[in-house]
């Protein structure tokens, strides 16, 4: 995906640096977009949500984690 249909999304620290960029979907090695995400907020915990809907009309939910140093991933909410 080349950038142009979806959003740039930034997440960074209270202190300026750049912790995370993405964009706002998720989209096959072909440019097929597989998730369009609807917005991001704040749970009541401090993480960072988003959520879409898949192909079968259900609510999808992910949380931004940190994976290792400096990586981040979008990962389901059960």
């Known amino acids: 995906m080349n950038g142009d249909y979806f959003s740039d999304w930034k997440l960074y620290a209270i202190n ?28 009541s915990s401090g993480e960072l949500l988003t959520e879409y809907v898949d192909s079968k009309n259900k609510k999808i939910v992910l949380k931004l984690t940190r994976i290792a140093d400096e990586k981040w991933e979008w990962v389901q909410q059960k």
């Open 16 to 43: 300026g640096k750049l912790l995370w960029a993405g964009e706002s979907g998720i989209a096959s090695e072909s440019g097929k977009v597989l998730a369009e995400f609807k917005g991001s907020y704040w749970s």
